[in-house]
């Protein structure tokens, strides 16, 4: 088996890689909406050259929505900014609300793919730990992918945060299937275990519950 | 001459609305689905000369639905659209009995132009009498 180091490192790259895929699908799919209702501009355009009469309704309503799509680019990029950033240092103070949250938006687009809703529970007060932010939104992605897996299409993976005696947990709910026989069962891996690890925390499957819940403590050593 | 029945598949609600609109000023019998599920349906009631389909979709992938659709009609056209139209992607999806592949954000001209070459027919447009463009008649 690899080192723990190993582990970690190799799966930070395969989890940069498939949130950046994921984030560049999006700004496609978010470009070809704008192409295409900026091209039914041009040929609304080249009617009117011809003596045809526009609705100016009709036209502020495809420019109303080729901004909509710029906002959407904006919260894309915005999120993709931050997740870069994530890397930039190893220890630091953060809001453990605010990452789920994060992590939510981030993944939504692959959880649509999979037919999945998420759902976050926000916290009723910031819940700030000292932590790695790139090691834990890595966690916190393995323990959705799995909770994804467990529930299946048409359902919804409820996320909560909140504090406990230890320091902070992260709940995945919903996921009644974990008792059934067929539910996916190696979990966590040494892939979970090497990041909870290096964290200081740990990863309970709690199958009668329906819940995954990621430990971590309020500081990391 | 009659025009083509083309069924445009995407999630992407307001990206389906526009292109389907320029598609059918182009001269084109367009029908829209937002979900794999209702294309598969539509298909099954209704005969299409081409599916242009999103290769990435929530419930199932282009490639599967692809499977379905050729299952039910071995000569339906399909054109896939991607935002990333890799080489690997391009041969699985000729391999699979794609008739095209092309990247969002795709010309329109182009995608008619396709739809033209896999039916084998030029688009002429009905009202007009002319080529493809869009259609001074069209409502809006």
Known sequence: MDGKWDIIGNEGFEFMGKMNASISHEVKNVLAIINENAGLLEDFTLMAEKGMAIDPE???GLAGKIQLQVRRADRIIRNMNTFAHSVDET???VDLGEVVAFMAALSDR???MKGIALEVTPPSRPI????SPFLVENIIWRCLDFAMAVAGP???VVLTADKDDRGARITFSRLEALSHASSPTQFPLDVENALAESLGGQIVVNEGAGEIVLGLPEAVD | MSKRKVLLVDDE???VEALGERMRSRGLKISTAFSATDAIKMTEKEDYDVVVLDL???EMNGLEVLRMLKEHNPNLHVIFLTGHATVEKGILAMMSGAAEIIEKPSDVET???KIEKVTGKKMVDVESGQGVGPDRNMTH
């Open chain 1, 128 to 131: 700030m730990i000292t932590t």
């Open chain 1, 91 to 93: 220890r630091s103070k």
């Open chain 2, 111 to 113: 995608l008619v132009r």
């Open chain 2, 56 to 58: 990435s979709m929530p």
């Open chain 2, 13 to 15: 609600r307001d990206f």
């Open chain 1, 58 to 60: 009709r036209l502020k």
């Open chain 1, 110 to 112: 692959l959880a649509s």
């Open chain 1, 154 to 156: 048409g359902k919804t």
